[in-house]
């Protein structure tokens, strides 16, 4: 079962930059892809960013492109998504969660408690 634990958000000015942090317990992460989403107030879950299980290959949703790196570090559990150039419309709550990449959707039905980013005009 896959417990992530999401870290790393606040407030921050249009412009500013935050390194979300997402540890996952379990033995066998590097086995999973994993990826990013958020869910901002009266609207649904989606996927902002996702990289395979070696951490060769990224995606992101075309509004983030160029402005969020998504990274991971397998002997840590840890999957990282920095943010740079922050808009306010990119406040949400930010989840992490293993990854269909194809189909840019959760595998697992299970979801943390997130942490939340507030982007300030």
């Known amino acids: 079962q896959v417990q992530p634990v999401e870290s790393g958000g606040g407030l921050v000015q249009a412009g500013g930059s935050l390194r979300l942090a997402c540890a996952v317990s379990?033995?066998?992460?590097?086995?999973?892809?994993m990826g990013w989403f958020r869910q901002a107030p009266g609207k649904e879950r989606e996927f902002v960013a996702a990289?395979?299980?070696?951490?060769?290959?990224?995606y992101y949703t075309d509004s983030v492109k160029g402005r969020f790196t998504i990274s991971r570090d397998n002997a840590k559990n840890t999957v990282y998504l920095q943010m740079n150039s922050l808009k306010p419309e990119d406040t949400a709550v930010y989840y992490c969660?293993?990854?269909?990449?194809?189909?840019?959707?959760?595998?697992?039905?299970?979801w943390g408690q997130g942490t939340q980013v507030t982007v300030s005009s």
């Open positions: 379990i033995r066998t992460f590097n086995a999973y892809d």
């Open positions: 969660n293993t990854v269909d990449i194809a189909n840019k959707r959760a595998r697992n039905s299970d």
């Open positions: 990289i395979n299980w070696i951490g060769r290959n990224t």
